[in-house]
């Protein structure tokens, strides 16, 4: 397995976000999280990256190794999990390039750097035109491509997506995706986390069922495809 | 419980703390002393904390508007009152001051607010930060200014106020300063500067008028921050223009931020937490600047918004019987 | 013509000082988002470190015969670059203990965090060196030039160019190198910082040792130029940075060394054209008058950060 | 007996604890002699001495809080302090309200002891310095034409540059101050000033400042071509001055308290004492501070009675104390005027080449 | 007459024009729907017409009156209510004193009240906790109004701030993607709660989505816009067939 969590618990202050949940995610694999607003999906993703502290009981182990040992610049930079946050977060004064550079900050093999950053850049054709604009002054689509980008070069075992569709027309929405399944295939193993139920389970293979930070469903994504309880709630009837 | 009694009970309330206060001043007039400038310091945090913590802003003005307070009402006491060697023989007769006062202490109020103008105007197109300067430099202005003007004594200081701030004055203009600052506050027009600290263009959307509430609250602060600088320049009855620099600007940060952010409770504890401790704590000469300083990043380190944040001034529920 | 040139040549001296001093703090305040209202303190423990490293260079000069011939100004620079690395783990210490801890609240929190601090470090050189003002060893002989009735000292040219080199290091470190880039990053959005890879802790150690040995840095120059320290020197001066930094805009090394050289200009040329008495009325209704006019500072974003509460 | 309480108001922290140090260590010294002798003798009873220390920060309105703390918390008999006019204008105002002797060794601003009855001081005034150092200039060097650079927002050299102008105009005529420049408190570049006053045509200048701010503007002034004289005032006269200034200040006058440098008989002795005990040469505060002790012991002294009844106890030191005649203090010879001042002369000093303080002459009122 | 219209409005940030020429009529009662690719400069309009921004050029009409360059609050108090694309509730404020906060322009208590308490202020209070506590019942969250906003679940926050922009009375109310992250099963919620405020105050609402389910279903006309400028008005159906509004923002296959 190359991310297995057990019992992944979350607590903001007293509030509980997350109450004990278990999954995992093989070499290569693509898998998604659904779930309504609060669900804990965010919270997951947090909690891999070591953005959020997790609860006593809890454990990850990534390639083999304890996950919890590692800071969140390190889990990025010895494990190579990136995650593409929600609502993007890039550095708006910084240029398209410098942005992927830094994403780079921690790696010390300069020509494989060199060589990933033009590899976005054939991924995403628009970002290459715009490598010397701030990020701060892209459109919506072209900074979620950004964040993705930068996502590939920090780390290329599994990388943590956030709602890449939020916001996005539809029609740059698909082409996010498409980048998204390119970057997959090159052995990339892709954790998403979506609103977009039947988008994501169009795209995964297995996915989860997040409710109220508990693991109500899980199964093959065309299973939960056809779900009833899963359509009614999560897929417009 | 209804209206009336409650009017009723809080007076009563009010009497005991005043006869607890005053008997325990009584001893002697240090702490008499001591008493009346810590009610002051309450009503100074208090008032900060209409800006810093009410609308937050990082305003650093407020000695200045405590020094225009501070010099008006002297200025007013002094002319009309008293024989000075800087104004000659009183204008009035000296009998009359005590009860004309309170309306020095007005006019030193509005004279501040009519100095809070020069921030509460340019808090219209700049905010925070920036905001922050326009107020020090607000502050180092009024400052410079006094210590040129030669007729209110220069960088010498201006002496001889007659000893109309006694104990019950104080204490009767802190309990106003507090009752309307807390009235205002939790009125809707006083709850706009919570929206707008929060989000200037979402109140602006909601109908608020986001200039008028700036304009009121600063000019609100900095009234009584003049109407404390007034009793304060009468407690000590003298002031000079080197007490409202940078180190009293950090003395009344120091207390709103202690106490607590948006919250009247806090200023009242901030303000009286740090006037204690700085006078038990004398007999340890310099630690003592070293001990407080250190108390105080231990309370922002646990509590980053202070003691008592965020909490409301609810009279109905001191007042009411504990079950 | 004479009095403007020599004016000139003063205001260039004393803006290096505001410009150096308040790129420290603009460092902290651009990346970290902290008024640092410990930086004047800063200063002046640096400017004591850089008397202490100065006595001991001199010192060892003194006892050891094939040390003697060192120059003065090489003891100078030994001594600008042995305080500098001192001081930065003064501001390092001080991240530790008063800014980590306060990385999640609001900012203000900070500033008055930093407030006491400035206050322990006063208070604390007071209760290890006693009250006395100490005079900074004179390192290089002083030498005044009289340029057509301009003086102009060689300690003079000497603080201005040295104060120069600094920001220009400075900048291009924050341009060019990957650190600065970070930095850059971090001023931007520092809670996704980690996901790059990037640690946190350590950019915002790095910041502060970077403005504190500028601190440093400006401390020895300033003994150059006034020998005399005393504990409380820095506040002032602290103050001033902290008007010179955000009037130069938000994280911006050219803003704040501008408006660092802008304050001295106008405090010197005010000096020179009213009444000194007048000096701080009118200097600072300049600067209100500037940001009423100019709402975001020379380079700043026209949003300004807003204090977190 | 009940111990006879002395309060001491001195800027122990803040911006001149120089200042406080020297008054705490006179004051200690000044214990320990009473100690030795196992009290004050008053009458034909030995009363103990405790001395209550307050700081007042240097600023105003702590002074005033350790003022009325030292006379309602702990009823001293008589109050020493504070030492700047700063602090003791307004706190003389308290202890005379609360009748209260008090006296302030060192400040020289006339509004500290000016209609109060019960406050004294145990230094000369800048209304008698300002005219000393005109005449002395004048009759020392001929000069016509006075520069003067002061600090504005400080009482004390704001005080003593207007009436050294005064001084300095009736005897040269007015325009005669051709410079009169002004810097803040904490100022460190004073060039844009002296740049004026060397474009000024002075032939001398005067600096009433704080002997920190002192080696600042001297030197300033040499490295823009400044070589003529400067000349100052008390506030010279710490050890500092030339430490912090050295060469420098080599040669230049002042007029001050007392000299150090060849003082003889008691003042010599304390000197030396003074040294060996802290290790540096005592400034005139320290010296004023002995002397103010002296009387304020003398005048309890002269009581003859110590009561207990505190408010009894001040009076009679009060009115013992205005009686002081011709007391012969380490500073100089005091007898106190209706105001509380003592008559003194002042002393013009030079800085030698050793850097010691030189008596050069002495002038009396 | 129209309730509002807009004519040739045109705004540049610089030299970027996000809005160009653009023009708007809505009627009493409409529900009017702008859709368009991200940075298309929806919300721009949007603030544009409540005062945020000042157009650099065109023309503003409501009721009549011209509001061209008004201040937000003053065209806000006359009935133009609106919420936010990205939730700009008051962090440290209750639900209920948020949407007591919109009644800010009805109240006439002056300072005096503010300041001494009268019992015009009492009233006044009462009144404004009233109407909001109605309209807080109104969209379900009435149970929350003693909630700091900070930590309410984001469905509960976008109701806060629809009850919120009701309580400024609005005529015309402008909904900035208001269905963001939200779940099929809690989308049909908040088309049931639009139904329902339509109705209820006869609003007329406008309206920026990107959920197309969303707007097909409840608009009466959309316009599209594609960098500031408006390439297709009509209703639904018009709309979704149209191939310049495929071309550039729905793009072939349909989602959703
Ligand atoms: N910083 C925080 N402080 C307090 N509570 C938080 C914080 N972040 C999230 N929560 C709470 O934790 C729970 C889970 O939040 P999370 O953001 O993980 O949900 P999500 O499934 O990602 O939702 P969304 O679809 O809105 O992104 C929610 O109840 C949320 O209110
Ligand atoms: N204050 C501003 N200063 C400069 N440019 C701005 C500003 N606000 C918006 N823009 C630019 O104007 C264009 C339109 O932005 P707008 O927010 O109106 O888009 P939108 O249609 O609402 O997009 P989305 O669907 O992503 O919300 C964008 O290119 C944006 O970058
Ligand atoms: C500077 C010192 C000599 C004190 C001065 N005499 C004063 O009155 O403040
Ligand atoms: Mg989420
Ligand atoms: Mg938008």
């Known amino acids: 397995?190359?991310?297995?969590?057990?019992?992944?618990?979350?607590?903001?202050?007293?509030?509980?976000?997350?109450?004990?949940?278990?999954?995992?995610?093989?070499?290569?694999?693509?898998?998604?999280?659904?779930?309504?607003?609060?669900?804990?999906?965010?919270?997951?993703?947090?909690?891999?990256?070591?953005?959020?502290?997790?609860?006593?009981?809890?454990?990850?182990?990534?390639?083999?190794?304890?996950?919890?040992?590692?800071?969140?610049?390190?889990?990025?930079?010895?494990?190579?999990?990136?995650?593409?946050?929600?609502?993007?977060?890039?550095?708006?004064?910084?240029?398209?390039?410098?942005?992927?550079?830094?994403?780079?900050?921690?790696?010390?093999?300069?020509?494989?750097?060199?060589?990933?950053?033009?590899?976005?850049?054939?991924?995403?054709?628009?970002?290459?035109?715009?490598?010397?604009?701030?990020?701060?002054?892209?459109?919506?689509?072209?900074?979620?491509?950004?964040?993705?980008?930068?996502?590939?070069?920090?780390?290329?075992?599994?990388?943590?997506?956030?709602?890449?569709?939020?916001?996005?027309?539809?029609?740059?929405?698909?082409?996010?995706?498409e980048a998204l399944k390119e970057i997959n295939q090159q052995g990339t193993a892709i954790l998403l986390v979506e609103q977009n139920a039947r988008l994501a389970l169009k795209f995964a293979q297995r996915g989860y069922v997040l409710e109220n930070g508990k693991i109500a469903l899980k199964g093959e994504a065309k299973a939960l495809l056809e779900d009833p309880e899963v359509k009614k709630a999560y897929l417009g009837g | 419980m209804d209206r009336m009694p409650l009017i009723i009970s809080a007076v009563l309330h009010l009497i005991l703390l005043y006869i607890a206060l005053h008997t325990w001043s009584e001893v002697s007039d240090y702490r008499n002393l001591t008493l009346r400038l810590t009610l002051i310091a309450v009503l100074l945090?208090?008032?900060?904390?209409?800006?810093?913590?009410?609308?937050?802003?990082?305003?650093?003005?407020?000695?200045?508007?405590?020094?225009?307070?501070?010099?008006?009402?002297?200025?007013?006491?002094?002319?009309?009152?008293?024989?000075?060697?800087?104004?000659?023989?009183?204008?009035?007769?000296?009998?009359?001051?005590?009860?004309?006062?309170?309306?020095?202490?007005?006019?030193?109020?509005l004279t501040a607010s009519v100095g809070a103008l020069a921030i509460a105007v340019p808090s219209f197109r700049t905010r925070g930060d920036y905001l922050a300067i326009i107020s020090l430099a607000f502050m180092f202005i009024v400052k410079s200014l006094i210590e040129n003007l030669e007729v209110v004594g220069g960088p010498r200081g201006l002496s001889g106020q007659p000893n109309w701030a006694n104990l019950p004055t104080v204490f009767l203009v802190t309990i106003i300063g507090v009752w309307m600052i807390n009235n205002f506050v939790t009125s809707i027009l006083g709850k706009a500067l919570n929206a707008v600290r929060d989000d200037e263009m979402?109140?602006?959307?909601?109908?608020?008028?986001?200039?008028?509430?700036?304009?009121?609250?600063?000019?609100?602060?900095?009234?009584?921050?003049?109407?404390?600088?007034?009793?304060?320049?009468?407690?000590?009855?003298?002031?000079?223009?080197?007490?409202?620099?940078?180190?009293?600007?950090?003395?009344?940060?120091?207390?709103?931020?202690?106490?607590?952010?948006?919250?009247?409770?806090?200023?009242?504890?901030?303000?009286?937490?740090?006037?204690?401790?700085?006078?038990?704590?004398?007999?340890?000469?310099?630690?003592?600047?070293?001990?407080?300083?250190?108390?105080?990043i231990l309370v922002m380190i646990y509590r980053p918004t202070g003691l008592i944040a965020f909490k409301e001034f609810n009279l109905k529920r001191i007042l009411a019987p504990r079950k | 013509m004479q009095l403007f040139l020599q004016n000139l040549v003063n205001a260039l001296q004393w803006g290096s000082f505001y410009a150096l001093i308040a790129l420290g703090y603009s460092m902290v305040y651009g990346i970290l988002m902290l008024f640092n209202f410990a930086h004047g303190d800063i200063f002046m423990v640096g400017a004591y470190i850089g008397f202490g490293v100065a006595t001991a260079l001199l010192a060892i000069i003194s006892t050891s015969?094939?040390?003697?011939?060192?120059?003065?100004?090489?003891?100078?620079?030994?001594?600008?670059?042995?305080?500098?690395?001192?001081?930065?783990?003064?501001?390092?210490?001080?991240?530790?203990?008063?800014?980590?801890?306060?990385?999640?609240?609001?900012?203000?929190?900070?500033?008055?965090?930093?407030?006491?601090?400035?206050?322990?470090?006063?208070?604390?050189?007071?209760?290890?060196?006693?009250?006395?003002?100490?005079?900074?060893?004179?390192?290089?002989?002083?030498?005044?030039?009289?340029?057509?009735?301009?003086?102009?000292?060689?300690?003079?040219?000497?603080?201005?160019?040295?104060?120069?080199?600094?920001?220009?290091?400075?900048?291009?470190?924050?341009?060019?190198?990957?650190?600065?880039?970070?930095m850059r990053a971090m001023a931007f959005d520092y809670v996704v910082v980690p996901l790059m890879g990037v640690s946190i802790n350590t950019i915002a150690a790095l910041t502060f040792a970077i403005g504190s040995a500028l601190a440093a840095a400006a401390g020895i120059l300033f003994g150059v130029a006034y020998p005399v320290l005393d504990p409380y020197m820095g506040i002032v001066f602290g103050w001033k940075a902290f008007v010179a930094a955000i009037l130069g805009g938000r994280g911006s090394v050219l803003g704040a060394t501008l408006a660092g050289f802008l304050l001295g200009f106008i405090e010197i040329f005010v000096a020179m054209i009213f009444p000194s008495t007048l000096r701080d009325f009118i200097a600072y209704s300049i600067i209100l008058l500037i940001l009423v006019f100019r709402p975001h500072g020379f380079f700043g974003e026209p949003y300004s950060a807003r204090l977190r509460l | 007996a009940d111990a006879i309480k002395i309060g001491i108001n001195a800027p122990i922290t803040g911006d001149i604890p120089k200042v406080g140090e020297g008054t705490k260590y006179a004051a200690q010294m000044w214990l320990a002699d009473i100690k030795a002798a196992?009290?004050?003798?008053?009458?034909?009873?030995?009363?103990?001495?405790?001395?209550?220390?307050?700081?007042?920060?240097?600023?105003?309105?702590?002074?005033?809080?350790?003022?009325?703390?030292?006379?309602?918390?702990?009823?001293?008999?008589?109050?020493?302090?504070?030492?700047?006019?700063?602090?003791?204008?307004?706190?003389?105002?308290?202890?005379?309200?609360?009748?209260?002797?008090?006296?302030?060794?060192?400040?020289?601003?006339?509004?500290?002891?000016?209609?109060?009855?019960?406050?004294?001081?145990?230094?000369?005034?800048?209304?008698?310095?300002?005219?000393?150092?005109?005449?002395f200039i004048t009759k020392e060097f001929g000069f016509k034409k006075a520069a003067v650079l002061y600090d504005v927002a400080s009482d004390y050299p704001k005080g003593l540059a207007e009436y050294f102008k005064q001084a300095w105009e009736k005897l040269h005529g007015p325009g005669s101050v051709v410079a009169f420049e002004s810097f803040t408190t904490k100022d460190a570049d004073f060039s844009s000033q002296l740049a004026k006053i060397l474009n000024s045509g002075a032939e001398v200048l005067f600096t009433p400042q704080y002997y920190n701010e002192v080696a600042l503007i001297v030197q300033q002034a040499h490295e823009l071509g400044w070589n003529k004289p400067i000349v100052g005032s008390d506030s010279w006269g710490s050890a500092e001055t030339v430490e912090l200034c050295g060469k420098e200040c080599y040669g230049l006058f002042f007029s001050t308290h007392y000299a150090a440098a060849g003082a003889k008989g008691a003042t010599k002795a304390f000197i030396e004492r003074y040294d060996k005990k802290h290790g540096y040469v005592p400034d005139d505060v320290a010296a004023l501070t002995w002397d103010a002790l002296r009387i304020v012991q003398k005048a309890i002294e002269m009581c003859g009675n110590i009561t207990g009844d505190v408010k009894k106890d001040r009076q009679c030191i009060r009115d013992n104390m205005a009686k002081i005649k011709e007391f012969e203090g380490i500073t100089g010879k005091m007898t106190f005027t209706e105001d509380g001042d003592p008559i003194k002369c002042a002393v013009v000093v030079k800085i030698s080449d050793k850097g010691e303080f030189e008596f050069f002459k002495s002038v009396c009122p | 007459m129209a309730l509002l219209s807009v004519k040739e409005m045109t705004h540049r940030f610089g030299g970027l024009v996000a809005v160009n020429s653009y023009n708007l009529t809505l009627e009493p009662g409409q529900i009017m729907g702008l859709i368009g690719p991200n940075g298309a400069g929806k919300t721009t309009i949007f603030n544009l017409i409540t005062g945020i921004y000042c157009p650099t050029e065109g023309k503003i009409t409501f009721n009549g009156q011209e509001i061209t360059g008004l201040r937000p609050h003053y065209i806000a108090s006359l009935g133009l209510g609106r919420t936010f694309q990205d939730l700009r509730l008051w962090r440290h404020m209750t639900v209920l004193e948020h949407v007591k906060m919109a009644r800010y322009s009805k109240i006439d208590y002056g300072f005096t009240g503010a300041f001494l308490g009268t019992p015009k202020r009492k009233k006044q209070e009462a009144q404004a906790?009233?109407?909001?506590?109605?309209?807080?019942?109104?969209?379900g969250v009435d149970s929350l109004a003693d909630q700091v906003v900070l930590n309410l679940p984001y469905g509960a926050q976008r109701r806060v701030e629809m009850a919120r922009a009701l309580?400024?009375?609005?005529?015309?109310?402008?909904?900035?993607?208001?269905?963001?992250?939200?779940?099929?099963?809690?989308?049909?919620?908040?088309?049931?709660?639009?139904?329902?405020?339509?109705?209820?105050?006869?609003?007329?609402?406008?309206?920026?989505?990107?959920?197309?389910?969303?707007?097909?279903?409840?608009?009466q006309r959309i316009q599209t816009l594609v960098f500031g400028q408006v390439i297709a008005e009509g209703n639904p159906e018009e709309i979704q067939n149209n191939p310049k509004v495929i071309e550039a923002y729905l793009g072939e296959e349909k989602l959703d």
């Open chain 3, 65 to 182: 015969a094939w040390a003697a011939a060192a120059p003065g100004w090489l003891v100078l620079v030994l001594t600008i670059i042995i305080s500098m690395f001192l001081t930065s783990f003064v501001g390092m210490i001080v991240e530790r203990v008063g800014y980590r801890p306060l990385r999640e609240a609001p900012r203000a929190s900070a500033a008055i965090t930093g407030l006491m601090i400035g206050i322990i470090l006063e208070t604390g050189n007071l209760a290890l060196l006693g009250a006395r003002r100490i005079r900074f060893p004179s390192l290089i002989e002083s030498t005044t030039y009289n340029l057509g009735g301009v003086y102009i000292t060689n300690k003079k040219i000497m603080i201005v160019l040295v104060s120069l080199a600094l920001m220009i290091a400075l900048h291009q470190f924050i341009k060019r190198t990957k650190w600065g880039m970070a």
């Open chain 5, 167 to 219: 309580a400024t009375d609005p005529k015309v109310l402008f909904l900035d993607e208001p269905t963001v992250g939200m779940t099929p099963e809690e989308l049909s919620q908040m088309i049931q709660i639009i139904r329902t405020v339509h109705q209820k105050f006869g609003l007329a609402i406008f309206l920026i989505e990107h959920r197309l389910k969303f707007v097909m279903e409840l608009c």
């Open chain 4, 38 to 135: 196992g009290g004050i003798k008053v009458g034909d009873k030995v009363f103990p001495v405790e001395l209550v220390i307050e700081d007042n920060e240097a600023k105003a309105e702590s002074a005033v809080k350790a003022n009325t703390k030292m006379i309602t918390e702990d009823e001293v008999l008589v109050i020493v302090g504070p030492q700047s006019s700063k602090q003791a204008v307004p706190a003389g105002e308290v202890a005379n309200n609360y009748q209260t002797p008090m006296i302030s060794p060192w400040s020289t601003n006339p509004d500290t002891t000016k209609d109060r009855p019960f406050v004294f001081r145990g230094c000369f005034l800048d209304p008698f310095q300002g005219p000393v150092l005109a005449n």
């Open chain 2, 45 to 109: 945090t208090l008032s900060l904390n209409i800006i810093n913590g009410y609308m937050g802003e990082f305003s650093c003005s407020h000695p200045g508007f405590m020094a225009l307070g501070a010099y008006m009402g002297s200025v007013f006491t002094v002319l009309l009152f008293a024989k000075d060697k800087l104004f000659g023989p009183a204008l009035l007769p000296p009998e009359l001051g005590p009860y004309l006062f309170p309306l020095g202490l007005i006019i030193a109020g």
């Open chain 5, 129 to 139: 906790t009233e109407v909001a506590m109605s309209l807080l019942e109104m969209l």
């Open chain 1, 1 to 177: 397995m190359l991310l297995s969590v057990k019992n992944l618990e979350v607590s903001y202050g007293n509030i509980r976000a997350l109450h004990g949940i278990d999954f995992e995610i093989a070499e290569r694999e693509i898998i998604t999280i659904i779930g309504a607003n609060g669900a804990g999906k965010s919270t997951t993703l947090r909690a891999i990256s070591r953005m959020v502290e997790v609860g006593p009981n809890t454990s990850m182990t990534c390639q083999g190794v304890d996950l919890l040992k590692f800071s969140a610049d390190k889990v990025v930079s010895r494990l190579g999990v990136s995650h593409v946050p929600e609502g993007r977060r890039l550095f708006g004064n910084l240029t398209v390039r410098e942005n992927l550079e830094l994403a780079a900050f921690a790696r010390k093999d300069h020509e494989g750097v060199k060589k990933d950053i033009q590899q976005v850049f054939e991924i995403f054709t628009r970002l290459d035109e715009r490598k010397w604009q701030k990020a701060g002054t892209l459109s919506g689509g072209e900074q979620q491509m950004l964040a993705v980008g930068r996502a590939f070069v920090s780390g290329r075992k599994l990388m943590l997506l956030d709602e890449p569709s939020m916001g996005l027309a539809p029609l740059l929405m698909l082409r996010v995706f």
């Open chain 2, 202 to 296: 979402a109140a602006d959307a909601m109908t608020v008028d986001t200039r008028k509430t700036k304009i009121v609250a600063f000019m609100f602060a900095a009234f009584w921050a003049g109407v404390a600088g007034a009793l304060f320049a009468h407690v000590l009855r003298y002031v000079n223009p080197g007490t409202f620099g940078i180190q009293k600007l950090a003395e009344v940060l120091a207390m709103v931020y202690f106490g607590g952010l948006n919250s009247v409770y806090g200023s009242i504890v901030g303000a009286v937490g740090i006037q204690i401790m700085g006078e038990a704590l004398r007999p340890l000469e310099l630690f003592k600047w070293i001990l407080i300083p250190t108390l105080l």
